[in-house]
């Protein structure tokens, strides 16, 4: 299936970015860093401790070398999904990790039903075929499964989609329910809040 075929949920002009090579290649160096600020971190930590059950089995999806899940709870697995190895094979939380270019291919090579959650930190903002990407997750999460989505406003500006970029942070999170839905599930929840000086979004869906 190729990516031309998959979703209309985002017109070509909406999925556009300034920096039209592939994600591959800009993902290709390394980088250790986090993309928000302590309040925010701490935030998103607090979020899966209250959503997020012990033996959740996870899929951490365009994760990173950190995925700031709790230190203090152990889930009963975690995998975990990017476009750099080098950051991937550094995130000591993650039971089995693969590199897949979501813009280039939809489909997650995981099985029906085999996650309890599926988490998406700080990174929804490059997803050129989101409708696609979330039914996906819908397919691989079991039965009242949970989605969060988490977003600021920082970004990589030349790789965000037009559609992100041209929004205000209350339409970016009406995108994500409108990609929640597209994938057939429904939020539950949406927390908007600043706790230091990057605002702090996240979208709480279920899969029923």
């Not at 990516?3 to 290649?25: C, F, G, M, Y």
């Not at 975690?78 to 979501?102: P, Y």
């Not at 037009?162 to 929840?189: F, K, N």
Request: proline share 4%.
């Amino acid at each position: 299936m190729t990516t031309q075929s998959i979703s209309p949920l985002l017109s070509e002009k909406d999925r556009a970015k300034r920096d039209a090579r592939s994600d591959t290649a800009f993902y290709d160096t390394p980088r250790f860093v986090t993309h928000a600020d302590d309040g925010f971190l701490t935030r998103l930590t607090d979020t899966y401790s209250s959503v997020l059950s012990p033996d959740d089995r996870i899929f951490d999806a365009m994760s990173s070398w950190i995925s700031h899940l709790p230190d203090d709870i152990s889930y009963d697995h975690i995998i975990g999904h990017g476009l750099n190895a080098a950051e991937l094979s550094e995130n000591e939380i993650l039971d089995e990790w693969f590199c897949q270019d979501l813009n280039q291919n939809q489909v997650l090579p995981l099985q029906d039903n085999s996650v309890d959650a599926v988490t998406c930190a700080l990174s929804v903002q490059y997803l050129q075929y989101p409708g696609r990407v979330f039914d996906e997750f819908a397919r691989v999460l079991d039965d009242d499964g949970v989605v969060i989505v988490s977003f600021s406003n920082r970004m990589f500006p030349t790789k965000a989609v037009r559609a992100w970029q041209a929004g205000s942070m209350d339409e970016r999170h009406s995108l994500v329910d409108q990609y929640c839905t597209a994938g057939g599930l429904t939020t539950t929840q949406r927390i908007s809040c600043r706790p230091e000086a990057d605002p702090f979004r996240a979208t709480v869906a279920r899969n029923q």
